[in-house]
């Protein structure tokens, strides 16, 4: 049987040590202000151990990954609707990029670049009551957890600086790819964005991926069918233009944020958590994505 508390033991020695932990992510001022000496791993495994090490219960923006539980409560509340859309391919571009979007007439590649993200967070803006409040109840209850929370300052200073957002939904909207105002879509997705966790707490949120759609409280949120799909995309499009890269060190299907965290899994059998803040050239957590290489090349556990 694996020590996997050893594992990560020896796994944050070699990240600590590291001289090259990456550039903490500057354009949203609020990030800009995050120590990158930050570093921690937590893995919950599908039988409910959990190991942790470093700053595993220190909380950070979650940031893009928020964007896998947004596509699977739109995909709960509408279905297969969501690919009439938004794609399901790679893009090969940076997530925020532009050019795509108006040769494909409208359509995000893929629900995890920021022009699909925004695609998404109209079709909530649409079905939901409330839809800030509603998705955070949602968050909480796939975590089980109460105290997870926007960061409000996170989502202003977002909102503030987030000029290519608003290009994309602008472009959105005129190829009639958005049913609501281009302001009140990015409110909602900017607050998307800021909710904070930590690496325990993602792990947790995340355990319904990785067991066929049913949350720790084993309430069923989405099919077998959509786990696989959103499992797939993760796989194929978690990564931004990085996503081959982390299929091929890793082996995982995943999703990372430019707050430096990375969630992945390996369905049936456990999530892992990473958080340090310093960014490689793709956004992607430099010292995260070294981590997880050697975590899967260490335990055998990949689904490879």
Not at 77 to 87: A, F, M, P
């Amino acid at each position: 049987m694996t020590d996997f508390q050893a594992v990560l033991n020896s796994i944050y020695q070699d990240a600590i040590q590291a001289t090259d932990k990456g550039v903490v992510a500057s354009y949203i001022p609020e990030l800009a202000h995050v120590n990158k000496e930050n570093f921690a791993i937590q893995l919950r495994t599908a039988t409910g151990e959990c190991y942790g090490v470093g700053d595993y219960n220190k909380l950070f923006s979650i940031q893009s990954i928020s964007k896998v539980l947004a596509l699977s409560k739109a995909m709960s509340l509408i279905g297969e609707d969501i690919w009439k859309r938004v794609d399901v391919e790679p893009s090969g571009h940076p997530f925020n990029q532009l050019a795509l979007l108006e040769i494909e007439n409208g359509i995000p590649r893929n629900p995890f670049i920021n022009s699909g993200a925004i695609v998404i967070a109209d079709i909530l803006v649409s079905h939901l009551k409330n839809p800030k409040e509603d998705f955070l109840n949602y968050v909480r209850e796939l975590a089980g957890d109460a105290s997870i929370n926007y960061n409000i300052d996170v989502a202003l200073s977002e909102q503030s600086t987030g000029f290519k957002n608003f290009a994309a939904a602008n472009l959105l909207k005129s190829f009639k790819n958005l049913n609501n105002p281009v302001d009140v879509v990015l409110d909602f997705y900017f607050y998307q964005c800021s909710i904070e966790m930590t690496c325990s707490q993602l792990s947790n949120t995340f355990y319904l991926f990785a067991n066929n759609g049913k949350c720790l409280q084993n309430k069923l949120h989405i099919t077998d069918r959509q786990v696989k799909r959103v499992n797939a995309l993760m796989l194929t499009c978690g990564f931004y233009d990085e996503a081959g890269e982390f299929a091929f060190e890793v082996g995982l299907p995943g999703k990372s944020g430019v707050g430096g965290g990375i969630v992945a899994l390996l369905p049936d059998h456990f999530v892992i958590t990473t958080w340090s803040p310093g960014l490689n050239k793709k956004g992607n957590s430099k010292l995260g994505m070294q981590a997880l290489e050697q975590f899967t090349t260490k335990t055998k556990q990949s689904i490879f």
